[in-house]
């Protein structure tokens, strides 16, 4: 593997370190999607079919829709093997104990001033598909709208070229809640929960995962609907000490790095001997692993940090998707963090773990986006109003710093609508 090594003043200086997520590199991309937004946009239907046909090798009949009748949820669920049924619904349980200690109350605030919290109306969620089926995307997405309040969830992912949908990511969809599914992929999906056609309704938010052109896609239409965030590739950033074990932090390594050739992994330490181990731990794992190739050819990092304080100040920095503390005051070092997606603490708290069952939701920010985001939640379906209800003397406690202000801005208007309810 091509292991990038550097000491903490050499990290900091290199462009690997200042890793942002840069979409003006897909320009043509970019064309391309504003092209399919303005289509679906203006042709509704017609469009889908298109692009289904061009770009998913399917588009529905004049007897059929893009939706999966409804009752295939529950058959796929039937369907799946009792096991793979099992770790969904027990995946699932997991999830939604996390995100309902995040419900909100729906009022807050003193007498005559309040702020509501109101669940959006309709969501739409994104699965990526093609060459392999997500149901932990399903259950990621879908869960947190539930449990937020949204009447109505919809799913986008792209089928097969016979029209199906893999039964894990339906099976998914009915433990989770899915109102409906669609058979529609890529930015023409996103496009048409955004703004609605014949045969797909307009969502108030669209979330999930995707390729280059689903993340185009939600940058397009955002302001028409809201998005969960923009997301750039998969990364992880491990913070250990000496006494953490190499094979562990290698395992976690490759794991992340597998997800894709744009991924990253990043070992921040202390101790150049386990950064050593880490390397030749890594090289051997890898030739072992199915996605060898994939792994070889993301991102890979060493950081030498002069003690475990700048390790962390190097990790906070780098504000990681994924951050993973294996030391001995793992603890006390997690309360120092500052930006991450989410923490993981202890030789024992693997990040597949965060993929799947543990709870925490695994749509996080990347790129740095850590710094001001948040993962994907019960927060992003929520939308709040603040609520104002005062007499007349509230308003005149309020008048003369109103006036003043709407005159220092010249809005005499502004100042007119107070006064007159006091004349």
Known sequence: MAIKRFDAASWLDSPWSR???????????RA???????????EGDAALREYGLRFDGWAPGASESFEVPSGELESA???LAAPDRAALEFAAQRIREFHEAQVAPPAAGKPGLKLLARPVRRAGLYAPGGRAAYPSTVLMTAIPARVAGVREIVLATPPSADGTVPSAILAAAHIAGVDAVYRMGGAQAVAAMAFGTASIPRVDVVAGPGNIYVTLAKREVFGSVGVDGIAGPTELLVVADGGARPDFVAADLAAQLEHDPLAWGVLVTDSPKLADRVVEELESLVGGLERAQVIRAANCCVVVAEDMTQAMSLANDFAPEH?????EDGAQLASRVE??????????ATVPLGDYTAGPNHTLPTSGAARFASPL???TFIKRTSVLSLNRGDLEMLREATVRLAGMEGLSGHAHAVEVRLE
């Open 339 to 348: 930006n991450a997606g989410a923490v993981f603490v202890g030789p024992y």
């Open 77 to 79: 669920a039937k369907r």
């Open 377 to 379: 939640g019960v927060h």
């Open 323 to 327: 951050l993973l503390i294996l030391a």
């Open 32 to 42: 391309v999607v504003q092209d399919i937004c303005a289509r679906v946009a203006a």
């Open 19 to 29: 890793r942002r997520l840069d979409l003006a590199r897909f320009a043509e991309e």
